[in-house]
């Protein structure tokens, strides 16, 4: 068999598992969730040995420590993974939920919640997205096809080993959770053209995954993660609240894509705002500016114009002061991947004026971009953060793994 | 300036026009349209003449008689497509509402809908598709792109100089509505790959199309308009509501996207539906049958199982005698292009059964599948049918044309 049609053959299985899925109470998937929860306890020895496995490949191929770290699994690290798995159970199902009316034909449309259907995910080396991901999708009644990374291979194979026994357990056909084996480029390039077996494909991980998954899907695609994202101090803001909200969103995690990258100031402000944030940060993070902020924060370096565009995720911050807000809402239009930006002012005109032009998926008034988190918009678990605007935009909870079914009834209606 | 060129700049031109046209509000959104209508009205004589030349090329070159008669605009037509422009004004403008909720941490989180931004057609010889898809884009806040087909041209060239008139009569920026007028394949491949300028393409026309459209497409596709659609006739249905919705779907308007292809009858009535659907339909509809079906209806010819995956467009009906329920499902989730598809039975657990385990966008009980319709569902208008499950599925009124946006109050909060 091909690897293109080993993955074809997990794709149909997958998709057979999900008409069953779909059907299932949400009793019946809760129950599912605790026993995959249980069995991860259980196999627990199995599933560290396999990650030993992985970490010493991964040592001995000079993997990068970031990574390694982002690789290890401990028995504590496990423990969070099935607390993340139990916590699901409590939240609300979408599946079933409708709204109904009669048309003028007389004949009566119900519009209910019904599950995407087979989900395929492409990611690297976390194995928590293994478990996360099929959770995710079983609580919302998808099945899903997952395609990790070759470093957590032993690992990824143990962990869905273990929620496919649960699954048998519950008497669930195991096809509902797949693991693509194979770890080519090709695997993954087969995933991508599985049109009318898998429903969206959501790839997680680095610009060059998003963009060969975008190149090459044919399936649709749901494009999560860059974050360029972006904070503009305003003529009136608060000098407080704003190296406030500016550390924060550079400095409490920046390796996460709601951090900060750009920073936009403007000119009224800049004087007693610059000279204050780069003391605050006292030489902790880099600082690219433009001419006028090299004036201002002597220890700064020049900021290219492809410094604007650039994601660092590290602690690198490019700086550049604006004549007005105008400015600052067509520079963040222009550069930003749209995921996150803020605006600091005490001036309710312009928070409006920022929250309504600025074209992203989350606009933030006095509020670090760091918000941007399922769990913190309150939607207890994510798939990822959507930067696209087709579907769903910005954090993705349950109710991004649903579609709409309309399910009509009549009595002999014609047209 | 290369063709790619061009399109561009009509996208980026486009793209900048849209971030104005998000912030209008319905009622400056209404005066468009009404003006728009105005200026179609006072154009008339110009927009009939560019069409007749298109007509007369058509001719020249051949074009099949159906195609001339999608193609020919006549003044009633033309006040057909200004209705339709006004009747858009009455319905309700789904952009600006909002939900809203305070977050654990504090912070105020408002998810309001907004425009998608940039809208690309590509779309075959129809000219109302120019000026309807145009209409909902502005409803809705969006700028469009419009690629049409060779054959429609001039009209095409007319309708929107008429249409960017209105808009410049408004004080709106004119690129807000844009033609690629090279009708090339390369413009649409360049239209294609518009990712960062396009949020969304949606493809009307052709089976050839949709499938170039998916396999090219780097900007979020919505796939539209494929309808393989069933009829199932259980073994309890009302024998004269079966044979009445079995023609009504059938027979009303063959070529579209919403008529019945394939019919699949319950063995246990089989011998008295069969025999009755032919006397009724009169050698009106040809008929394509398995072995059981050809045995019962004696004029019928043998079915292949590409019938079954097929779409006519046409009279033509591919028949299938089934023993249970089960096997119809079944084959319809095998077959069909999860378009529309409807039970006739007098049995509510065979309905709900239907209903539930049928994976289509539109699943009907005792009634046709030809009510598939944006205007029949309530929406007041459509820019297609979607039977792709991201975004939208089904028809697309107003709401498919709108994304959301997270706007975040806060006072300070970091995180």
């Known amino acids: 068999m091909s690897i293109r049609e080993e993955v074809e053959l997990l794709c149909i299985n997958a998709k057979n598992a999900s008409l069953k899925l779909g059907l299932l109470s949400t009793e019946k998937k809760n129950e599912i969730l605790l026993k995959i929860a249980e069995h991860l306890k259980k196999d627990e020895d199995s599933i560290l040995e396999a990650n030993k496995l992985d970490l010493s490949s991964a040592e001995e191929a000079g993997v990068a420590k970031a990574m390694l770290d982002r690789l290890t699994l401990t028995s504590s690290r496990l423990d969070g993974i099935r607390d993340s798995l139990v916590s699901l159970v409590s939240l609300e199902d979408p599946v079933g939920k409708y709204q109904e009316w009669t048309a003028a034909s007389g004949i009566q449309i119900r519009k209910a919640k019904v599950p995407l259907g087979v989900v395929a995910m492409i990611y690297e080396a976390r194995p928590n997205v293994t478990v996360d991901s099929a959770a995710l999708c079983l609580k919302t009644g998808n099945a899903v096809v997952l395609r990790g990374g070759r470093e957590a291979i032993n690992t990824n194979i143990a962990l869905v080993r273990s929620m496919k026994d649960a699954l048998d357990c519950c008497g669930i056909d195991p096809h509902s959770v797949e693991l693509?084996?194979?770890?080519?480029?090709?695997?993954?390039?087969?995933?991508?053209?599985?049109?009318?077996?898998?429903?969206?494909?959501?790839?997680?991980?680095?610009?060059?995954?998003?963009?060969?998954?975008?190149?090459?899907?044919?399936?649709?695609?749901?494009?999560?993660?860059?974050?360029?994202?972006?904070?503009?101090?305003?003529?009136?803001?608060d000098i407080e609240k704003a190296i406030n909200i500016t550390v924060n969103a550079k400095c409490s995690r920046p390796s996460v894509c709601n951090a900060a990258e750009t920073l936009l100031v403007h000119a009224a402000i800049a004087a007693s705002f610059l000279p204050a944030l780069s003391e605050k940060l006292n030489g902790k993070v880099e600082l690219r500016g433009c001419p006028r902020t090299r004036v201002l924060i002597p220890s700064s370096t020049d900021a290219t114009e492809e410094d604007y565009y650039t994601e660092y995720n590290d602690y690198i911050l490019a700086i550049k002061v604006v004549d007005d807000l105008s400015s600052a809402i067509d520079h963040i239009n222009k550069h930003s991947t749209a995921h996150s930006e803020a605006i600091v002012t005490e001036d309710d005109s312009c928070a409006e004026r920022f929250l309504k032009e600025v074209d992203s998926a989350a606009v933030?008034?006095?509020?670090?971009?760091?918000?941007?988190?399922?769990?913190?918009?309150?939607?207890?678990?994510?798939?990822?953060?959507?930067?696209?605007?087709?579907?769903?935009?910005g954090p993705m909870g349950l109710f991004a793994l649903t579609t709409e079914k309309y399910m009509i009834r009549g009595n002999g209606n014609l047209r």
Request: glycine share 12%; aromatic share 6%.
């Open 180 to 237: 693509v084996e194979n770890t080519d480029r090709e695997s993954s390039m087969a995933l991508m053209t599985m049109r009318g077996l898998v429903d969206v494909l959501i790839p997680r991980g680095g610009k060059g995954l998003i963009k060969s998954t975008l190149e090459n899907s044919t399936v649709p695609v749901i494009e999560t993660g860059a974050g360029n994202c972006h904070i503009y101090i305003d003529e009136s803001a």
């Open 364 to 393: 933030y008034v006095n509020a670090s971009t760091r918000f941007t988190d399922g769990g913190e918009f309150g939607f207890g678990a994510e798939i990822g953060i959507s930067t696209q605007k087709l579907h769903v935009r």
